[in-house]
């Protein structure tokens, strides 16, 4: 008669070498005759062989259990479900402890506390399935049942995740290594049981010429692959929608991103553009070829210039440059008279170059109603004096004391002291000084025989008029005149 009670009334099936089979699921004691007739042979080294201290070996099980005299085999439960390997201990190690081997005494592997937070200490072999002092031989189980002892810290169906110093946590760790362990079958304070399941790697990698799937948990951007530093902070994520987060600078090209995003090439001219569009023909591309930096604009359209997305400033393929204004100096030749005032050292407001030299220097300004000339007067001159050609120097203004005359050019503008550039107007409307009544607008005006001064020649024009009255005014006074073609016979 063969019988077998299982442990948790779980049904189990032994095969021992092909000899025979047994099947039940009734207890954990198999009777076996004594002497082993009638069912195989059990002899020393044999098929089922006993140790004398309550180790039961065969080629295919290994677990607890005990051969009595009369012929009553007792074996564990787990005998047919486990492998336990035997080691020394590194260190001192209790009963449910996670161990890695950390080296080699003799013909045995040695085992110590497993971490998940210390490198080289996360390759889990098992757990301890008793508690043993450094260098005692030590006994850890890899695969199946471990029982009785304590598991009351955790509940029926909890995961046991790796943590530190070989202890085991419900919860899945949230720095170091995330290394699952162990299923918790049994939450007892003595009578406890757990189903080891070491899975997990600290890295992730595929055999030549595989790829390497991460599946998401959704379709819909909702569920996303996180990475987190060791103080489970989240520095970056892709979801399901293919959106990505960075919480800190992007490198591309370069692993020490110096900005945000930091993109560098490896040298060559194709792999120093960052390209951005909507397709191989319409795109933008900046970046930095040879010496120089570029923005280099394909396809129709223009190379618009915004700011709070109104366009500033707008070049056409034709290489046309249009701006709502330009503001400040500018290298080389302007585009308007505006633009060159604006630059001090150019011509001064309301006045336009003449011309401008091979670098774009003002070679002179004018605004086509004052030149400037130098003072050979002797003397200061002021706005609103009449001032006439000097005929002894080059470029020059004087005045006179003669009526009349007939080299007269202008009124000063902005006066100067003697030999100073001043200001001579020759064009346009004028104030100026008379010297006589001028009885209303309509008069011709001509250089007074009182320098500086001019008076009324009449309403009919003579030699040696040059302005045109538009107000009259009493002697001494200051009116308003217009410049005409001045009268010579």
Partial sequence: MIEIIKKHFKKIIVAILGIFTLTAAASTVLHVPQGGTGAGTFTAGGILQGDGTGAIQSNIMTGDGTLSASGVLTVSADAVETITVEGKAAEDIDIGEAVYISGAVGNNVQFSLADNTVDGKTYVAGVAIESKTSGQTIRVRHVGQLDNFDTSAWADGDNLYLSTAGSLMNTVPTSGTTLHVAY?????????????????????????????????????????????DYANNEIANIDSDGNMYFG???????????????????????????????????????????????????????????????????????????????????SGNATTATALAANGANCSAG????????????????????????????????????????????????????????????????????????????????????????????????????????????????????????????PGATITAMFKQPELL
């Fill in 248 to 330: 800190g600078s992007v490198g591309i090209g370069i692993a020490t991103p110096a900005q945000l995003l930091h993109m560098q090439g490896n040298g060559t001219a194709a792999q120093g553009w960052a390209r951005f569009g909507l397709s191989s023909t319409e795109y933008t591309e900046i970046g930095h070829k040879g010496n120089n930096s570029a923005i280099n604009a394909v396809g129709d359209g223009n190379l618009d210039f915004r700011h709070d997305s109104v366009t500033k400033m707008s070049l056409t393929d034709a290489g046309v440059l249009t701006a709502t204004t330009f503001t400040g100096a500018l």
């Fill in 351 to 474: 006045q336009y170059p003449l011309g401008v030299d091979a670098s774009g220097a003002v070679e002179s300004c004018t605004n086509n109603f004052t030149v400037w000339l130098t003072n050979k007067s002797g003397g200061s001159l002021a706005a609103n004096d009449t001032v006439v050609i000097d005929t002894g120097t080059n470029n020059a203004v004087t005045t006179t004391t003669s009526s009349a005359n007939k080299r007269v050019i202008g009124v000063i503008k902005t006066g100067g002291v003697a030999d100073a550039q001043v200001e001579v107007q020759i064009s346009g409307i004028v104030s100026v000084k008379i010297s006589a009544v001028v009885p209303g607008p309509g008069y011709f005006l001509r250089t007074a025989t009182s320098a500086k001064y001019v008076y009324a020649s009449g309403t009919s024009g003579a030699a040696g008029d040059f302005l045109i009255s538009l107000q009259g005014g009493g």
């Fill in 184 to 228: 918790v079958e049994y939450s007892h304070a003595t009578l406890g049981d757990i189903l080891l399941h070491v899975c997990g790697e600290k890295n992730i990698g595929a055999p030549a010429s595989t790829d390497l799937f991460l599946r998401m948990g959704d379709s819909a951007g909702v569920n996303k692959l996180s990475y987190r």
